[in-house]
């Protein structure tokens, strides 16, 4: 197809498919969209195009089948120019300062006295305590934003969907009740939603089943990406290449509590009072919340943080 290089965007007065739709609808052939700079040089060209949106002459293309395998790529594509990102990184947040304040809200100024220095044996112990109902309410606010949140394929989507099953899980099955003077809580005796389940291995199994899913999140699908996109231009590391190594120790980080905690049910050592469940357990939720915080650019942000753009808009806003 022979272009006029007067009238419509062309490369040695060749158009193609590209060329013609980017006339017909108004926009140029050489487009500012970071993303399609990293990955085109800029260009459109028909085999990234999938879909076009429309709106007041900015669009946004999403490629499903040339960059099947890079997820980071379609991820900024989805993201550039949607007005919904801030709010798809507040669900990110969220999930992450739920994680990082879940054991110590539940550790700071406790009403009764405990033999586990001051601490319950583990988070789990905390619902038979006047923390019970901060407990249940974290873990199904946690689940509920697990379940509804949209990952960028349906694998992560299962992903998070059996966590949040795993949280809800944790707080409608609790564990056995070891303290017999925790009269503080409306949940003694019980026995939560399906008090026939309660302190069965079932309690564990949510309990186990949502920490590691969570650490798989962190290791495999968060750091998914263009190994190249992990640098900048002189070599030195990325604000991407520094999360992906935060995912990395998080994930790690979970994992090795797993592990601890699977051995210290097998072998029952006497610690003499040490709280070793709850402080793991702390230690892997807390390790979650780091990196879902990180996942939602709290730390490490791409370009101005999102806390400085929010205030920005309320200024301009007055």
Request: hydrophobic share 45%; net charge positive; with cysteine.
């Amino acid at each position: 197809m022979v272009c006029s290089k007067r009238y419509l965007p062309s490369r040695d007065g060749l158009c193609d498919c590209s060329g013609f739709i980017s006339w017909v609808i108004g926009l140029s052939r050489k487009t500012r969209i970071p993303a399609y700079k990293t990955l085109v040089a800029g260009w459109i060209s028909d085999s990234i195009i999938q879909s076009t949106v429309l709106k007041n002459y900015k669009f946004i293309i999403i490629e499903m089948k040339t960059l099947k395998n890079d997820v980071t790529s379609v991820d900024k594509l989805k993201e550039d120019n949607n007005e919904l990102v801030f709010s798809y990184l507040t669900l990110r947040n969220l999930i992450g300062f739920g994680g990082v304040s879940l054991p110590i809200a539940l550790a700071i100024f406790p009403s009764r006295d405990s033999e586990y220095y001051g601490f319950e044996p583990s988070i789990s112990d905390y619902f038979y305590t006047d923390r019970g109902d901060i407990l249940v309410v974290i873990l199904c606010v946690l689940g509920a934003f697990l379940i509804t949140y949209s990952g960028y394929n349906w694998k992560e989507r299962l992903l998070t969907f059996i966590a949040g099953i795993g949280s809800i899980g944790v707080a409608f099955v609790p564990t056995i009740q070891r303290c017999k003077d925790c009269l503080n809580s409306v949940h003694t005796n019980s026995g939560g939603v399906f008090p026939k389940l309660a302190g069965t291995a079932v309690h564990f199994i949510f309990a186990a089943t949502f920490l590691f899913v969570l650490a798989i999140l962190s290791l495999v699908f968060f750091t998914k990406g263009r190994k190249e996109n992990c640098f900048n231009t002189d070599g030195t590391l990325s604000q991407k290449g520094k999360r992906n190594i935060v995912f990395k120790v998080c994930g790690w980080i979970i994992i090795a509590c797993l592990v601890i905690l699977g051995l210290y049910f097998i072998l029952k050592p006497d610690l003499k009072g040490f709280p070793v469940i709850y402080v793991f357990e702390s230690i892997a939720v807390e390790a979650f919340g780091l990196s879902w915080l990180t996942k939602g650019q709290t730390l490490w942000s791409d370009g101005e943080h999102y806390l400085l753009k929010g205030l920005k808009g309320l200024t301009a806003k007055k």
